[in-house]
């Protein structure tokens, strides 16, 4: 029995509208992350959205899309970014006009407005409509992550693990790796985790290992409390403890993770 990590070759295109993202708690394979905004609070802009929506003399329910648009069409047209990123959100997410959508959200990103950077990432790699440009993807991933926001670290990180649209480096994987764990991003902490304990290129330590899946599986990551699991049941960097092996893995089995009900039925 052996850590496992996130699966390395499938991807699903769940991307959803800002309004339902939220941080993820687990990862049975890579999904895209649900996310807040990092630069704009989307409640804000949404607030922002309702009021020049009445000073038109409109209300949400009476404009139409085009009308909610076209709100904020003028101050984007001026350079304003938080319009422009507005905008975009109002094309991507009521209009569902994607062309018009990236057409602002490149407007925005290109002035440094991380969310909108983000959301190029996500556009060039996973969106459903959008198309696949992993190239394109680390570029907006990187200016991002390069302003510290944690989901982009994250991604950027996986990018440099795979070598999507970049050449695959180890070491720069953990570096951005790292950045987001240290801003406590589940996902990131788990792969550190398992880069601490079974990754080749990376000097194995166990305890460092364990203090991520820690972190991790406290958070509700599936699989970080089944490699925490392990640990504990084997001995990797941590003395033996069934006891709390047999509490991790139940909390993994209680999420559906097949691999932790196998192992509880071993060690019981």
Same mark, same amino acid.
């Given at each position: ?149 944690? /989901? ?29 764990? /240290? ?17 080749? /290129? ?43 092996a047999i509490y991790w893995y139940t909390k993994a089995a209680e999420q559906g993770y097949a691999d932790a009900t196998k192992a509880l039925r071993n060690i019981k």
């Amino acid at each position: 029995m052996k850590p496992t990590r996130l699966n390395k070759t499938k991807y699903h295109k769940s991307y959803t509208p800002l309004s339902m993202r939220q941080t993820p708690v687990q990862r049975a394979e890579i999904t895209t992350s649900k996310r807040m905004f990092s630069s704009l609070p989307y409640h804000f802009s949404f607030f922002i959205l309702f009021l020049t929506l009445a000073t038109c003399g409109y209300t949400i329910v009476t404009a139409s899309a085009d009308e909610i648009c076209d709100a904020f069409l003028p101050m984007a047209e001026q350079g304003d970014a938080d319009a422009q990123s507005i905008l975009a959100i109002c094309y991507e997410s009521v209009s569902k006009d994607y062309v018009k959508a990236v057409y602002w959200y490149t407007k925005a990103a290109e002035q440094g407005v991380v969310h909108a950077q983000f959301w190029l990432g996500f556009w060039y790699s996973f969106y459903d409509e959008g198309p696949e440009d992993y190239v394109k993807a680390a570029y907006w991933f990187t200016k991002a992550a390069e302003q510290g926001d944690a /989901e982009a670290q994250f991604w950027l990180g996986l990018f440099y693990d795979k070598g999507y649209g970049v050449r695959k480096d180890t070491i720069k994987a953990a570096y951005w790796f790292t950045l987001a764990a /240290e801003q406590g991003h589940a996902s990131a902490q788990g792969e550190l985790g398992y880069y601490y304990s079974c990754c080749d /290129e990376i000097t194995r330590d166990y305890t460092k290992a364990v203090y991520w899946y820690t972190k991790a599986a406290e958070q509700g990551d599936a699989r970080a409390q089944y490699n925490l699991g392990i640990c504990y049941d084997k001995g990797y960097g941590v003395a033996k403890n069934k006891t709390k092996a047999i509490y991790w893995y139940t909390k993994a089995a209680e999420q559906g993770y097949a691999d932790a009900t196998k192992a509880l039925r071993n060690i019981k």
